[in-house]
């Protein structure tokens, strides 16, 4: 009778308990529907119930960001890249997260992640936006454009406050990756700051003349030289004077005179890969409007060349010492910036 009492007893509990899916597909869609049914009492659902009515004289409340949440064997189409719709309509970010046990797991790391890179994209764009509009300003100028400005870019770009993002997850069964578009509509992009406190600050330059010595256009280096010291001149604000400018003939003016010197030597030091080396002196005198002397500077830009100088022709020659230029002015931008502006601003 004991027994019989103790298997009646194990029976009603097998038949009270609910059995838990064995299956992993079965347990993912009975995970999915309480992910709804959390979505659902937080608000969040695709398809929220009715707002209660509002006061009168209340504001609506700001509606909440979109969340859907889908699963598959299938990854969607935006896993390699970025929808169409995310050219014109959206600014898009996406984000994968590997090894996640169950959809729920890996959601805040994946829209953590997402948003940081939806961030990013949108700061990039606009830094290549400013990058163009100060390219076609300089060649609409009539300059090379050759001059980068990644630095002061960098501090132009516009901070975009991210707002209302919808975000959609994918969890894909057999990679057990978490994956996360993250979708913003765009507002009018914001523009990079105008150049007003530019212009206020250049009012304490004097306008400035560019004149070449006689032996500035060494070895036809002049051009490149006096183009880089314009468009220094131009970023800081300097009015540049060309030719004869009446305007400007009752206000003071400074003048930059350009001087170079190159020449290309045999190399006898203990580095025998090279045979040669490359010098260029860079020279810079200012002047006042009557031609009296101010200030002077000279730099030195040397670079090591693999043949001997007199196996190089005529253009080989032109070449190395254009590069040695270039080496020069990059190396000495600081120093010739601060040249210019100690000796130039009023």
Known sequence: MLRFGWLLLVLLLVACSTPEPSDPRARLV????QQQADLAAAGLSETPAAPPAEAEGQHPAPAAALVTLKSGEVPPSWQRELPRACEMEFW???????????????????????????????????????????????????????????????????????????????YWIPKRQHMVLARMVRSPEPEAPEAEEEKTAAADWFPVRLVAAGNAESEGLGQGFREHLALLLREQ??????????????????????????????????????????????????????????????????????????????????????????????????????????????
């Open 237 to 346: 604000g300097a009015t540049l004077l060309e030719g004869d400018d009446k305007a400007t003939a009752s206000r003071s003016f400074r003048i930059l005179t350009l001087s170079l010197s190159a020449r290309i030597d045999a190399h006898k030091g203990q580095f025998q890969l090279f045979r040669g080396k490359a010098t260029v002196y860079l020279t810079l005198t200012v002047q006042d409007a009557s031609g009296a002397p101010l200030a002077r500077k000279t730099w030195t830009a040397r670079r090591f060349v693999a043949e001997a100088p007199e196996q190089l022709s005529a253009s080989e020659r032109q070449e190395v010492l254009r590069k040695t230029l270039e080496k020069g002015l990059k190396e000495y931008e600081s120093e010739l910036l601060i040249f210019l502006r100690q000796h130039l601003q009023s």
């Open 92 to 170: 898009c970010g996406m984000a994968f997260v590997d090894n996640c046990p169950n959809p729920n797991s890996c959601r805040a790391e994946a829209e953590t992640r997402a948003r940081n890179d939806l961030r990013k994209r949108i700061a990039v764009r606009i830094r290549s936006r400013t990058v163009g509009r100060l390219y076609r300003e300089l060649d609409s100028e009539g300059e090379s454009g050759s001059r980068q400005f990644e630095q002061e870019i960098r501090e132009k770009v516009a901070t975009v406050e991210l707002k209302d993002v919808r975000f959609a997850h994918f």
């Open 30 to 33: 009975q995970a999915e529907r």
